[in-house]
């Protein structure tokens, strides 16, 4: 078996990426085109044509910059507070079991519901304001992001930690020197659910109810009939979601390719 | 010295839980600062709970049938995403060829929400049972195909190696060495589809139905019963842990510890 580098690999990939998504897209337009599906469902290029055209001219209120910037908008200022506080309660619960013992039975309790099942009593108690939405992305990343610290935390090797002590580390040597970098990766991957988590959120929310952002695009396409409308939300939708993901990978290669390469 | 603090802090946690309820109660029912109509008291849902299980008030049925009309629909769509999806992820893995083409193709689907799709089901079939049944399977599928192909290539090239070594055929390999080194992956995404599709047919129950747990809370934030959502809420947090117990008890049977 031939053995393939890094640099020719990475070339393959990004050809047979860009082929499959054309190859997709001119599967799409066949099948569009030439079976009675097509009447119901529009071709890629109806769809990309509708993406230039709402970029420039209005969609609702906004255009679809607009509706896309207002969802990040709302997305980030929850999901920034929530991580402040996820981080730094689940470093404390991990670290002391007095914290642990106070906080773990309600997060355990308040953690299965999923955020979406919020969206009703966030409408109730915040009614039209953006307040709700905050509330609800709030709720979708901070218990993930407290209990992937948490377990982060938990899951530093104690020999390290004894070992440390010995030597003679004080507490905030300790915490500096094991316990943080041990946790960071935890860290980001509780951050990398919490941001999908949010994203896929507020899509339900802004369907739920709004008057703008990328879920309300797509529910009044639903309420219109326009499939071109829809599939148009549908598109943001996944490539601004591939856009976050993305570059949250992006920060945690850059931040933790010590780790990367320890492995 | 660390056994005897963790008695200790058992009775803490209780001791918190309690005290939850108790400031929870005093600022509805015992001093009146919210309302029932924004948050009702602790005492307040447990009736609601009570009274839900056998009154179709005022939603049409009873928190029973709404259960049993989400599950009915998810565990429909997601059987079948499934059965599809997981020899689909097996054999887009094994067979290298159409490999690096479908991959990106998922990637890219994969990052839709499945609550996305609605609308387009909706449009297509109605706010009934085979719409929600669809959304659901969808989102079954990719992420079953993703992870059983992300298994099946962590594979170790070299007890593949071994293994053709000593003389075992394609099939051979496939069962005795690729899928057993799968099968962590594969629990990972029976467990990950089965949390988004639980997900996925409340918010899909929310925006289009005329049952459902989700149709139960959106009816009654209409009429302002927080009661009876989140008497809701529970129940959907409660059934979606119950869910995974069949696979997390497939996963300590099969896997035995986690190790092969």
């Known amino acids: 078996m031939q053995t393939k580098t890094p640099a020719q690999e990475r070339r393959d990939k ?22 009675a599906f097509g009447e119901i469902f529009p071709d890629p290029v109806t769809v990309l044509a509708n993406i230039g055209d709402k970029f420039v001219n209005p969609l609702g209120k906004v255009t679809l910059a607009g509706h896309i910037l207002v969802s990040i908008r709302r997305v980030m200022a929850a ?8 981080i730094v309660l689940g470093v404390t619960m991990g670290w002391y079991p007095v914290v ?25 108690w915040y009614g039209f304001s953006e307040m709700s939405k905050y509330f609800l992305i709030f709720l979708a990343s901070f218990f993930v992001i407290t209990i992937s610290v948490y377990s982060g ?36 991957s509780g951050l990398q659910v919490a941001l999908g988590n949010s994203w896929a959120s507020i899509v339900a929310a802004e369907m739920v109810q709004s008057n703008m952002g990328v879920g309300w695009i797509i529910i009044t396409g639903q309420q219109s009939s326009n499939m071109v409308q829809i599939v148009t939300g549908i598109v943001c939708i996944a490539v601004v979601g591939m856009l976050l993901v993305m570059i949250m990978r992006g920060l945690e290669n850059k931040l933790c390719a010590w780790n990367k390469q320890g492995r | 010295m660390q056994k005897k603090k963790s008695k200790y802090l058992w009775i803490l946690s209780a001791v918190t839980v309690v005290f939850v309820l108790f400031i929870w109660w005093l600022v509805t029912d015992g001093l009146g600062i919210f309302t029932s109509n924004t948050l009702p008291s602790p005492i307040k849902i447990v009736q609601a709970f009570i009274k839900k299980l056998t009154d179709p008030n005022p939603d049409g049925a009873t928190l029973g049938a709404h259960l049993l009309s989400s599950l009915k629909i998810v565990l429909s769509g997601y059987l079948l995403g499934v059965v599809i999806g997981i020899p689909m992820g097996i054999v887009m893995a094994w067979y290298e060829k159409a490999d690096l083409m479908i991959r990106p193709v998922f990637d890219m689907i994969r990052t839709v929400p499945g609550i996305a799709w609605v609308p387009v089901m909706v449009v297509f079939c109605g706010i009934g049972f085979t719409s929600k049944a669809i959304v659901i399977f969808i989102g079954a599928v990719v992420a079953n195909v993703i ?5 099946i290539k962590q594979t170790k090239q070299v007890h593949l190696w071994v293994g053709a070594t000593f003389g075992a055929s394609n099939w051979q390999l496939l069962t005795k060495i690729a899928l057993p080194s799968a099968f962590p992956m594969i629990i990972n995404g029976l467990k990950l589809s089965l949390g988004g599709a639980w997900t996925t047919i409340v918010a899909a129950e929310l925006l289009a139905s005329n049952r459902g747990i989700g149709y139960m809370i959106q009816q009654a934030r209409g009429i302002l019963r ?35």
């Open chain 1, 100 to 124: 642990e013992a106070i906080f773990k039975p309600i997060i355990e309790f308040l953690r299965p519901i999923p955020p979406i099942a919020w969206i009703p009593i966030s409408i109730l």
């Open chain 2, 226 to 260: 927080p009661d009876i959502i989140i008497v809701g809420m529970f129940v959907i947090g409660i059934v979606g842990s119950l869910l995974m117990l069949p696979i997390s008890l497939l996963e300590k049977k099969v896997m035995k510890g986690g190790k092969w």
């Open chain 2, 147 to 151: 992870n059983a192909y992300s298994g």
């Open chain 1, 79 to 86: 999901f920034v507070v929530a991580a402040a506080g996820g």
């Open chain 1, 14 to 35: 990004i050809v047979f990426g860009t082929l499959a998504v054309f190859l997709f897209l001119v599967i799409w337009y066949l099948v569009t085109k030439l079976t």
């Open chain 1, 153 to 188: 935390v938990k899951s530093v090797d104690p020999m390290l930690i004894r070992a440390a002590r010995m030597l003679g580390a004080k507490d905030n040597q300790l915490f500096t020197t094991i316990i943080i970098p041990s946790v960071v990766p935890y860290i980001f």
